[in-house]
């Protein structure tokens, strides 16, 4: 049975994004909490495409996703992985989707939404608003374009998760096209580096991918979406408040997933929640990963031009599902060391060994 209002902890969220209108979507789920989300109007924002592989954890997401994939390719200039999943295909969500439904399970569970913290009544503040990004920290960062064709120019079949055939001068830079239609897709130009390109370095890459490997001379922009995301573990953004989403280490550092993540931190607060208690948050990721990680992203930020490498044998060694479950975090031992094998010894090495002096200096 749910306690009186009286009798529950006052939960308020700063924020209200992709972690903070998840979990107040699933306000019903906790008997013992109140919650408040603290809005600046980010639903006013612009739209983006979430995209993520199919998990147990993710009925309500993948039911309202825009599009899914049972294929999906990798490529360098030398070689072209394509892989199939059974049970994990990859989906891609609407990001005002998810937040309108979200939003909607939440008033109809009784959230308040306010502008802002309220002077008293509050006994936990979970902070959703995102972390300083410190200077010369690895950033994945991109800028794409949902296009229309005159005529068919993509397999809508198949996602293009990389595709590393364009400029790398940069730094680490693929395009990320997912066909919706044969005439409709998003396609974005995504770097891994520590600095920002200009907006005119993302255009130019996807339209000389477009003319120059889809084939397309002529297309029609409908919508623009650009972000920023950190591959590192970043200390929150206010230690004395308790972080949640990307401000509570969500974000995958290496390949800066998150919106899995989101979900799977928010079922562990429905799972550790206990009455008149705060709320517990953990980082979904465990030390092992995350220090896997680390040598992973040492590797290609002092070596980037072994990234195509890298990615096309780690997709080439895995299944299309095992390569789901590991970016999802749920490899187990016998898939870590698949990737491991598949990954070339000496920068890994070197890169353990680095990591190593570093702990001890
Ligand atoms: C364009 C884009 C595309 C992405 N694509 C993917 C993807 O395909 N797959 C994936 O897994 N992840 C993706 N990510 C990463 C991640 O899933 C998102 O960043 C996700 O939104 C993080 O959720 P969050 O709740 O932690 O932060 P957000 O959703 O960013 O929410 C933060 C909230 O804090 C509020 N806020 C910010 N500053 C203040 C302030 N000073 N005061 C009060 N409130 C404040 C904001 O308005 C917002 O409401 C993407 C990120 C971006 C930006």
């Known amino acids: 049975m749910s306690d009186s209002t009286e009798d529950r902890v006052a939960v308020t969220v700063l924020g209200a994004g992709c972690a903070a209108l998840s979990l107040a979507a699933r306000a019903a789920e906790f008997d013992s909490h109140d919650f408040t989300i603290i809005d600046p109007e980010t639903h006013k924002a612009g739209d983006h495409i979430w995209g993520f592989w199919a998990m147990p954890w993710l009925g309500e997401a993948s039911a309202i996703a825009r599009k899914k994939w ?10 072209m992985v394509e892989r199939t999943s059974e049970n994990h295909p990859y989906l891609a969500l609407n990001r005002h989707d998810w937040l309108g439904k979200c939003r909607k399970k939440a008033v109809a569970a009784g959230v308040r939404f306010l502008r802002e913290v309220a002077s008293s009544g509050t006994a936990q503040i979970l902070d959703s608003r995102p972390p300083p990004m410190p200077r010369g920290v690895m950033l ?19 996602a293009i998760l990389m595709d590393f055939r364009c400029d790398q001068s940069r730094g680490i830079h693929f395009i990320y096209c997912l066909p919706f239609t044969a005439r409709s897709a998003l ?6 580096s520590t600095e920002v390109a200009p907006k005119s370095f993302y255009d130019m890459a996807i339209r ?40 509570g ?22 799972t550790s929640a206990r009455k008149h208690k705060p709320l517990w948050v953990s980082v979904p990721h465990s030390r092992f990963e995350l220090f896997m990680d680390s040598i ?6 002092d070596r980037p031009a072994l990234a195509p490498q890298i990615f096309t ?29 598949a990954m070339p010894k000496w920068p890994f090495l070197f890169a353990v060994f680095q990591s190593d002096q570093a702990g001890k200096s």
């Open 313 to 341: 044998a780690m997709a080439a060694r895995l299944t299309g599902d095992e390569f789901a479950l590991f970016l999802s975090g749920e490899a187990g031992p016998r898939l870590w060391l698949k990737i491991v094998l």
């Open 70 to 79: 049972f294929k999906w390719r990798i490529i360098s200039p030398d070689r």
């Open 187 to 192: 396609i974005e130009s995504t770097l891994f």
């Open 249 to 270: 280490g969500a974000i995958r550092p290496s390949s800066g997933y998150a919106f899995s993540f989101i979900q799977k931190q928010i079922d562990q607060m429905k």
């Open 296 to 301: 992973f992203l040492r590797v290609i930020r």
């Open 208 to 247: 000389r991918y477009l003319s120059g490997i889809v084939g397309v001379k002529t297309f029609h922009i409908t919508r623009h979406e650009q972000g920023v995301i950190p591959m590192a573990s970043l200390a929150q953004r206010d230690p004395s408040l308790t972080g949640i989403g990307a401000n």
């Open 140 to 158: 994945q960062h991109f800028s794409g374009y949902e296009i229309t064709t005159d005529d068919d120019a993509f397999d809508s079949d198949t």
